[in-house]
């Protein structure tokens, strides 16, 4: 992997990240842009201690463009792009319309590819392991600055998902607190850890799900699985066998085996509701350790926690989505509609032959 990293006309960051050691990267962006301007805060909630982030300058983000005008598409002659050079492997940028910004956290948009008609399920093993690499480098390079406890890496799929561009692409936020959802996460890790006399929530979730009936595929690296109590109809839980609390930590051997488990798991999505169906809407999520701010979880350090990716779809069935009503919305309690047991066997059904 080549790294290079260059400005943007209105000075954000660029980045590519080539297969190739000898590809040079010298395009300028010739767009007379001004300076970003942002007006993130982010304002916590009194009553649920959680934090909301306030970002109007969101509200003129660019929505459903054509194909021809797709600002994550290399720049071609005059149709000038986020991306200055003509073709790409994979490219990060600053995201120009950011929910958290400054002293508020960081936020990127990571391209998958240059092609904007494919998915990252149709991508190759090699291209699937540079975007790997990608977020890899990229949770590196965040976790370092002074404002980041915390550094998440997903892709929102399809337009019920909320997807306004097309493209093949996925998000980095870099938040400056540890999320709700991980804060949970850890709590229920330090009250098993102290109940136990010292076990691993997460090891111990691995090994039951492991001696059950909800393993979706396994590798001699990795596991997937329908977790028991999953919210989502479709829900799938990648684990790597050996416990590490972010993507820095994998092995190598994890690594170049991440990319055939990964598509063929995103493969079995699109297959899901038979054939003729559009494009399964999804979201994938990389969950890791914070990089601080751990102090209020009594005696859990960041290698108590364990890097997983979760995928999911508010697609139920064919033509009919999970929508989020009043006892998920308003009181957080999910009503899955398709037993887990099930999930996991139609996603066995529609492996790849």
């Known amino acids: 992997m080549k790294k290079t990293s260059t400005r943007l006309a209105d000075g954000r960051e660029l980045i590519y990240y080539d297969l190739g050691d000898d590809t040079v990267r010298d395009a300028v962006d010739r767009r007379p842009l001004d300076a970003t301007v942002t007006t993130s805060e982010i304002r ?19 929505y459903h463009p054509p194909a021809d005008e797709c600002p994550l598409c290399p720049s071609a002659g005059e149709r000038l792009s986020e991306i200055p ?13 950011p929910s958290l910004a400054g002293d508020s956290g960081r936020c990127e948009v ?3 590819t240059s092609d904007h008609h494919t998915s990252f399920a ?110 989502w109809p479709y829900e799938v839980h990648l684990y790597p066998r050996r416990r590490v609390p972010d993507l820095l930590g994998l092995e190598e051997a994890a690594r170049a085996e991440f990319s055939r488990v990964y598509l063929e798991l995103l493969r079995r999505f699109d ?32 290698d108590d926690f364990a890097l997983h990716l979760e995928l999911f779809t508010i697609r139920r069935t064919s033509g009919k989505l999970k929508f989020l009503a009043g006892s998920e919305s308003g009181m957080n309690v999910f009503i899955n509609d398709v037993p887990p047991e099930r999930a996991a066997e139609r996603l066995r059904e529609v492996a790849s032959s």
């Open 271 to 302: 297959r899901i509701f038979g054939e003729g169906e559009p494009p399964t809407p999804y979201i994938a999520a990389w969950h890791q350790a914070p990089f601080g701010g751990l102090e209020e979880f009594d005696g859990v350090t960041r």
């Open 85 to 97: 050079d003509s073709s790409y492997d994979v490219v990060v940028f600053e995201n120009r319309f």
């Open 44 to 62: 916590r909630d009194p009553l649920l201690g959680d934090a909301v982030a306030v970002a109007s300058h969101r509200q003129g983000r660019t």
């Open 110 to 112: 990571v391209c998958f």
């Open 122 to 231: 149709r991508l190759d093993e090699r291209q699937a392991r540079l975007v790997l690499d990608a977020w890899t480098d990229r949770t590196a390079e965040l976790s370092h600055l002074p404002s980041v406890e915390q550094v998440f890496c997903f892709e929102n799929r399809g337009a019920e998902i909320g997807v306004t561009l097309q493209h093949p692409h996925g998000q980095i936020y870099a938040y400056p607190f540890t999320t709700p959802r991980t804060s949970l996460m850890l709590r229920q890790v330090a009250a098993h850890k102290e109940a136990t006399g010292g076990e691993n929530l997460f090891d111990a979730v691995l090994e039951r799900e492991l001696a059950g009936e909800r393993i979706v595929l396994t590798s001699e690296h990795w596991v997937a699985f329908v977790p028991y109590a999953a919210h």
